[in-house]
């Protein structure tokens, strides 16, 4: 199975511009009419977004002058593969598969 991730590239976009303070990206969205708080544009700047409003990504694109692909990159995740059966069924009752995830319970004996 393939599993697909991708690398949010705002912030290098913005060094790249000579932008480092993340305040620098507000007057160039409200210029595009987007207005953001600035905790939304710090989210936006320092985390990976996992929603993002398609004004807000256009408006972005325009404000450093990139397309969606400069600011999004897709990333194949690793991921392991499936564990081959040993060839033995489980079909023990149902006590005795629940008892093996349950731990043992320690006896005490008196000394002697």
């Known amino acids: 199975m393939r599993v697909l991730d991708y690398e949010w590239?705002?912030?290098?976009?913005?060094?790249?511009?000579?932008?480092?303070a993340t305040t620098d990206?507000?007057?160039?969205?409200?210029e595009r009419g987007i207005t953001l708080s600035s905790t939304q544009i710090y989210r936006l700047v320092t985390g990976k977004p996992e929603r993002?409003?398609?004004?807000v990504?256009?408006?972005?694109?325009?404000?450093?002058?990139?397309?969606?692909?400069d600011l999004i990159q897709p990333v194949v995740?690793?991921?392991a593969r499936r564990k081959r059966s040993t060839?033995?069924?489980?079909?023990a009752p149902v006590e005795a598969r629940n008892?093996?995830?349950r731990p043992v319970r320690?006896?005490?004996?008196?000394a002697e």
């Open 87 to 91: 060839g033995t069924t489980d079909l």
């Open 99 to 101: 008892s093996r995830n």
């Open 25 to 30: 990206l507000d007057p160039l969205l409200r």
């Open 57 to 69: 990504l256009v408006a972005l694109c325009d404000a450093l002058g990139c397309e969606a692909g």
């Open 9 to 20: 590239k705002l912030r290098p976009l913005m060094a790249q511009r000579g932008m480092y």
């Open 77 to 79: 995740v690793a991921t």
């Open 106 to 110: 320690a006896r005490i004996t008196p």
């Open 52 to 55: 993002l409003n398609l004004a």
